[in-house]
Structures are given as structure tokens and as C-alpha cells.
């Protein structure tokens, strides 16, 4: 883009008569130019924090969710492949979606719940630890771009507690499919329920972060990274089995 700018910069002050009759076209196309230039600079300098997350040492390690194939909406350490990180209770939060073989989540219009390829998907532990919030009685709610639920922002979920002071939520489940009920000790692997649209949502997904409070919206949350034990993931072009590593926006994955 900078390329392209800086020739576009060069052409609007050397280019004949002949090609820009009038002079106030050299001006506006130099000062657009030179208004765009800084934004391009800044994004390009920025793609260094697109890879950026915390060491193996310092994340938590656990197992995926979900089976088959699925790719991240918003993931990573930066708040330019995850708009979770600008909120100190959900920094390092993922969405992630089911996807079919051509990486398509939805068919049809995409206008239904049930065009959703994630709507109705079993998810599961991903590590072990008690459950110690169970939520299961919200509806799902139509796709929509406009805030859902505000009140109820996890929807149903389900919160086990892994660690000292770490909580793993499980977030926007379906009603009466949770198959856990709080008290229960679960191992990872083990089916805690299914993705609906219940909550803060826009369609069906999976939202989960790790944070230090049992409940959402409590005084002094701190979230923290998490890495998956093994996955096969496709972050450019070729699927490649991956250890101990993380998801970015737009990575697709499968167990």
C-alpha cells in the first residue's frame, strides 16, 4: 500500500497536462495521499504485534474445545486480531467457529441459527478441574448484529475451576444441553454441552478466557494466556501440527 501511495504521490506532481487537465486534482490526490501515508506507515509497523503473545512458561496449557474443523474470529495478543484484549478480564479470550471443508462457517443465507455450522456442536473440557458455575436456562438468540443480551453477556456457560484462583469460561451455550452441573469434577475431553446464541452475541460460537474471579464483572478480573497442547492449525497456506502454541484471527484449526 505504501508502494502504491508513494507512485501515486510521485504521478500527481509529474503527470502532463495532458493526463490531469486541472491543478486542483494534483492537489487533492497529494494531500489524500499524504493524509493515508501515516495510517499505512502505522499498520505497516504494526504487524510485528500481530505475532506477539506471551511465552510457552507463561501461558496456561490445555486441550481444544471442539472436533473437526473449525477457525479463530478473535484470537491473539494484540488488539489488532482481538478486540477481547482492550478489556483486562478477557485479554487473550478467543471466538472461534465451525467451518466446512471449503472454510465456509454457514450455508445458505447465513440468515438462520441453524445456517450456522457451530449451532448445536458438542464442546468439551479442555482441561480438568470443578465446575463451579453452570448457567442453562437462557434462549438463543436470533443472528444480529445489535447487542443480544447485555445483561447476561456469557449467556449460558459454564465456568470450571482448573488452578489457584483460575477459572476457564465457557461462554454462548445452548439451553439444556449442558451436560455438567456445578460440584461436578470433569477431566479435559470430558462433553461439558453445545454452542447455541445465548448471551452478548451476534451468532453461534464458542468465547473462552482463562481469569483469576469465578464470576464475569468482578472487581479487579485479571485474564491470562493460554496456548493449545497440540492442534493442527493453518495459519498461511499449508496445515501444519503445532505444540504448546496459540491462535491468531482468521487461523483455521482441528484436533
Same mark, same amino acid.
Given at each position: 500500500?505504501?508502494?502504491?501511495?508513494?507512485?501515486?504521490?510521485?504521478?500527481?506532481?509529474?503527470? %502532463?497536462? %495532458?493526463?490531469?487537465?486541472?491543478?486542483?486534482?494534483?492537489?487533492?490526490?497529494?494531500?489524500?495521499?499524504?493524509?493515508?501515508?501515516?495510517?499505512?506507515?502505522?499498520?505497516?509497523? &504494526?504487524? !510485528?504485534?500481530?505475532?506477539?503473545?506471551?511465552?510457552?512458561?507463561?501461558?496456561?496449557?490445555?486441550?481444544?474445545? $471442539?472436533?473437526? =474443523?473449525?477457525?479463530? !474470529?478473535?484470537?491473539?495478543?494484540?488488539?489488532? $486480531?482481538?478486540?477481547?484484549?482492550?478489556? =483486562?478480564? +478477557?485479554?487473550?479470550?478467543?471466538?472461534?467457529?465451525?467451518?466446512?471443508?471449503?472454510?465456509?462457517?454457514?450455508?445458505? %443465507?447465513?440468515?438462520?441459527?441453524?445456517?450456522?455450522?457451530?449451532?448445536?456442536?458438542?464442546?468439551?473440557?479442555?482441561?480438568?478441574?470443578?465446575?463451579?458455575?453452570?448457567?442453562?436456562?437462557?434462549?438463543?438468540?436470533?443472528?444480529?448484529?445489535?447487542? &443480544?443480551?447485555?445483561?447476561?453477556?456469557?449467556?449460558? @456457560?459454564?465456568?470450571? @475451576?482448573?488452578?489457584?484462583?483460575?477459572?476457564?469460561?465457557?461462554?454462548?451455550?445452548?439451553?439444556? $444441553?449442558?451436560?455438567? +452441573?456445578?460440584?461436578? %469434577?470433569?477431566? =479435559?475431553?470430558?462433553?461439558?454441552?453445545?454452542?447455541?446464541?445465548?448471551?452478548? $452475541?451476534?451468532?453461534?460460537?464458542? @468465547? #473462552?478466557?482463562?481469569?483469576?474471579?469465578?464470576?464475569?464483572?468482578?472487581?479487579?478480573?485479571?485474564?491470562?494466556?493460554?496456548?493449545?497442547?497440540? #492442534?493442527?492449525?493453518?495459519?498461511?497456506?499449508?496445515?501444519?501440527?503445532?505444540?504448546?502454541?496459540?491462535?491468531?484471527?482468521?487461523?483455521?484449526?482441528?484436533?
Amino acid at each position: 500500500m505504501i508502494f502504491f501511495a508513494l507512485i501515486e504521490l510521485v504521478l500527481s506532481v509529474s503527470l %502532463s497536462e %495532458s493526463l490531469i487537465q486541472r491543478k486542483f486534482k494534483k492537489i487533492v490526490l497529494s494531500i489524500s495521499v499524504l493524509v493515508l501515508l501515516p495510517t499505512m506507515i502505522w499498520l505497516v509497523s &504494526s504487524v !510485528g504485534q500481530v505475532f506477539e503473545y506471551p511465552e510457552i512458561e507463561d501461558s496456561y496449557l490445555i486441550e481444544l474445545p $471442539t472436533q473437526g =474443523a473449525w477457525m479463530a !474470529g478473535h484470537a491473539g495478543g494484540s488488539v489488532l $486480531t482481538n478486540y477481547h484484549n482492550a478489556i =483486562a478480564s +478477557q485479554k487473550y479470550a478467543i471466538d472461534v467457529v465451525k467451518v466446512n471443508e471449503d472454510g465456509w462457517f454457514f450455508q445458505n %443465507s447465513g440468515e438462520e441459527l441453524t445456517d450456522i455450522y457451530s449451532f448445536g456442536e458438542p464442546i468439551y473440557a479442555p482441561v480438568a478441574g470443578v465446575v463451579t458455575t453452570v448457567v442453562d436456562s437462557l434462549p438463543d438468540h436470533e443472528i444480529s448484529f445489535s447487542p &443480544s443480551d447485555s445483561l447476561n453477556p456469557a449467556g449460558n @456457560h459454564v465456568v470450571i @475451576h482448573f488452578d489457584k484462583d483460575r477459572y476457564l469460561f465457557m461462554a454462548h451455550l445452548m439451553a439444556g $444441553t449442558i451436560e455438567v +452441573q456445578k460440584g461436578d %469434577s470433569v477431566l =479435559a475431553g470430558d462433553i461439558i454441552g453445545k454452542i447455541g446464541n445465548s448471551g452478548n $452475541t451476534s451468532w453461534p460460537h464458542l @468465547h #473462552m478466557h482463562i481469569q483469576n474471579k469465578p464470576a464475569i464483572r468482578m472487581a479487579d478480573t485479571q485474564a491470562y494466556p493460554f496456548r493449545f497442547k497440540e #492442534m493442527e492449525r493453518k495459519r498461511w497456506f499449508f496445515w501444519q501440527m503445532t505444540e504448546n502454541d496459540f491462535l491468531l484471527r482468521n487461523d483455521f484449526f482441528r484436533e
